[in-house]
């Protein structure tokens, strides 16, 4: 019934703008539900177990038989996946319909997914692993061998149920995100450096951006000084990312980390080659407008009267800063530390040119000293989108772990961003009780 009123009072109002703001609203929500959405159907078709068909039919007069994993298909013809007895990616074929004789689902079919991304379809009725894989060795191709152990899943694939299907799918998603490329597809290593690349990145540039903030609104004023500070951190803002790669690059990487090496007299290049401390003071370059500009913003929404009262009170003003002005804005700190992420966490252009890398051999961080390696290049999912959707061998399962990679790189924004919006919450409440 609240609810009822409070409509109706804004329908007397005609509040065109808010209307307007609530459409524009209700709209964005429902483009991400759009993303959300396409990014899962497509991502599923990685993960989920494909039926296996067996296919008759003739080429060149002969009658042929394959046992294969309908990929794509028309009116015309129909692109199908056999068994990869050698390496991933080898067993599509095209088959026109013209020349098709018959298409069935046996019952009995079996397939295996190896940790390198491999599936392999032969028909038998065993109950046990052991006894699948003896009855495959029967049907297998001479010089083929392969580990019983290094299997993902072994399945009867045409009798899945529902449950069955989405365990299985559930499974190999899990494996995606836990594992390395050298394991198929795996992405976990991607992650890491993704992950630390942003918290490594926040740390930089937060300290300088309040700094930053803090000169400009609280002792620069409006001197000139100041207002050219300001037009260059709008046109910063306004800056194409590859820039600030190429700038890295020349500072960063050549300059500094070329430097190092030469001071350091390393034989190999280890600062000069690129690596997470320059991607990440690059990507804070990148962010430091936005922390600017939403922490000045915010210093200018805490009221003079706290200012005044704690100088009455014989604090000085570094003191008033720290104790009082900086605790207020503590939510609107927050929030430009959420927009840095959020326009941090996508970029790729830049770290390909500072220290992304396609394949890298270790994690930014682990178990040996120092722990977290500023110097290592690393893996990014922004990066891995780009190389699973345009540079994989195998493109109908390359392209939709690209989505997968895609969806991941979303949810690791999100949960960032998430976890900021909550910490900015709990001290909004406490800064309307210091205010009241």
Same mark, same amino acid.
């Not at 009822?4 to 459409?23: E, S």
């Not at 069935?104 to 065993?126: Q, Y």
């Not at 597809?185 to 937060?206: D, H, I, Q």
């Not at 804005?329 to 970029?347: K, N, S, V």
């Given at each position: 019934?609240?609810?009822?009123?409070?409509?109706?009072?804004?329908?007397?109002?005609?509040?065109?703008?808010?209307?307007?703001?609530?459409?524009?609203?209700?709209?964005?929500?429902?483009?991400?539900?759009?993303?959300?959405?396409? *990014?899962?159907?497509?991502?599923a078709l990685a993960f989920l177990?494909?039926?296996?068909?067996?296919?008759?039919?003739?080429?060149?007069?002969?009658?042929?038989?394959?046992?294969?994993?309908?990929?794509?298909?028309?009116?015309?013809?129909?692109?199908?996946?056999?068994?990869?007895?050698?390496?991933?990616?080898?067993? &599509?074929?095209?088959?026109?319909?013209?020349?098709?004789?018959?298409?069935?689902?046996?019952?009995?079919?079996?397939? %295996?997914?190896?940790?390198?991304?491999?599936?392999?379809?032969?028909?038998?009725?065993?109950?046990?692993?052991?006894?699948?894989?003896?009855?495959?060795?029967?049907?297998? #191709?001479?010089?083929?061998s392969a580990d019983p152990a290094?299997?993902?899943?072994?399945?009867?694939? !045409?009798?899945?149920?529902?449950?069955?299907?989405?365990?299985?799918?559930?499974?190999?998603?899990?494996?995606?995100?836990?594992?390395? #490329?050298?394991?198929?597809?795996?992405?976990?290593?991607?992650?890491?450096?993704?992950?630390?690349?942003?918290?490594?990145?926040?740390?930089?540039?937060?300290?300088?951006?309040?700094?930053?903030?803090?000169?400009?609104?609280?002792?620069a004023g409006g001197r000139r000084?100041?207002?050219?500070?300001?037009?260059?951190?709008? !046109?910063?803002?306004?800056?194409? =990312?590859?820039?600030?790669?190429?700038?890295?690059?020349?500072?960063?990487?050549?300059?500094?980390?070329?430097?190092?090496?030469?001071?350091?007299?390393?034989?190999?290049?280890?600062?000069?080659?690129?690596?997470?401390? %320059?991607?990440?003071?690059?990507?804070?370059?990148?962010? *430091?407008?936005?922390?600017?500009?939403?922490?000045?913003?915010?210093?200018?929404?805490?009221?003079?009267?706290?200012?005044?009262?704690?100088?009455?009170?014989?604090?000085?003003?570094?003191?008033?800063?720290?104790?009082?002005?900086? #605790?207020?804005?503590?939510?609107?700190?927050?929030?430009? *530390?959420?927009?840095?992420?959020?326009?941090?966490?996508?970029?790729?252009?830049?770290?390909?040119?500072?220290?992304?890398?396609? &394949?890298? #051999?270790?994690?930014?961080?682990?178990?040996?000293?120092?722990?977290?390696?500023?110097?290592?290049?690393?893996?990014?999912?922004?990066?891995?989108?780009?190389?699973?959707?345009?540079?994989?061998?195998?493109?109908?399962?390359?392209?939709?772990?690209?989505?997968?990679?895609?969806?991941?790189?979303?949810?690791?924004?999100?949960?960032? !961003? =998430?976890?900021?919006?909550?910490?900015? !919450?709990?001290?909004?409440?406490?800064?309307?009780?210091?205010?009241?």
């Open positions: 019934m609240g609810l009822v009123l409070r409509l109706r009072r804004v329908t007397r109002r005609r509040d065109h703008g808010l209307w307007l703001a609530a459409g524009a609203v209700g709209l964005s929500l429902l483009a991400l539900l759009v993303i959300v959405c396409v *990014l899962l159907r497509q991502a177990p494909a039926p296996v068909a067996e296919l008759r039919w003739h080429s060149n007069g002969i009658e042929q038989v394959l046992l294969a994993a309908v990929v794509e298909q028309d009116a015309r013809e129909l692109i199908v996946r056999a068994s990869e007895w050698q390496r991933r990616g080898t067993g &599509y074929q095209r088959i026109r319909r013209g020349d098709l004789v018959s298409l069935t689902w046996p019952a009995d079919v079996m397939t %295996w997914r190896l940790r390198d991304g491999r599936e392999l379809h032969w028909r038998s009725a065993a109950t046990s692993v052991h006894e699948a894989y003896a009855a495959l060795l029967t049907q297998a #191709p001479a010089g083929f290094g299997q993902v899943d072994i399945v009867a694939v !045409n009798q899945l149920s529902t449950a069955g299907v989405v365990r299985i799918a559930l499974q190999r998603a899990w494996l995606f995100v836990c594992s390395g #490329p050298q394991a198929g597809a795996g992405v976990f290593p991607a992650l890491v450096g993704t992950v630390v690349l942003v918290l490594l990145m926040s740390v930089l540039v937060m300290p300088l951006g309040v700094l930053l903030a803090l000169w400009l609104h609280e002792y000084s100041a207002r050219i500070l300001r037009a260059a951190m709008a !046109n910063l803002a306004g800056v194409p =990312a590859v820039i600030y790669g190429l700038f890295g690059l020349v500072l960063f990487v050549d300059g500094i980390g070329g430097g190092l090496d030469a001071l350091l007299a390393h034989k190999t290049p280890q600062w000069g080659g690129g690596g997470l401390l %320059w991607s990440a003071l690059t990507l804070a370059l990148l962010t *430091l407008p936005v922390v600017v500009v939403a922490t000045e913003e915010g210093l200018g929404r805490v009221p003079d009267g706290l200012r005044q009262a704690a100088l009455a009170l014989g604090a000085t003003r570094a003191e008033t800063l720290w104790h009082v002005v900086l #605790p207020v804005a503590r939510p609107a700190l927050l929030t430009a *530390l959420i927009l840095a992420i959020a326009r941090a966490a996508g970029e790729v252009a830049p770290l390909m040119l500072v220290g992304a890398v396609k &394949y890298a #051999p270790a994690l930014p961080v682990d178990a040996e000293f120092p722990y977290l390696h500023l110097s290592r290049q690393f893996m990014h999912l922004g990066q891995s989108v780009y190389d699973l959707a345009l540079t994989g061998s195998d493109a109908p399962r390359d392209t939709a772990q690209a989505y997968a990679a895609a969806l991941l790189l979303l949810v690791v924004v999100v949960g960032l !961003n =998430a976890a900021a919006i909550s910490v900015r !919450n709990r001290l909004r409440e406490r800064t309307r009780e210091l205010s009241t």
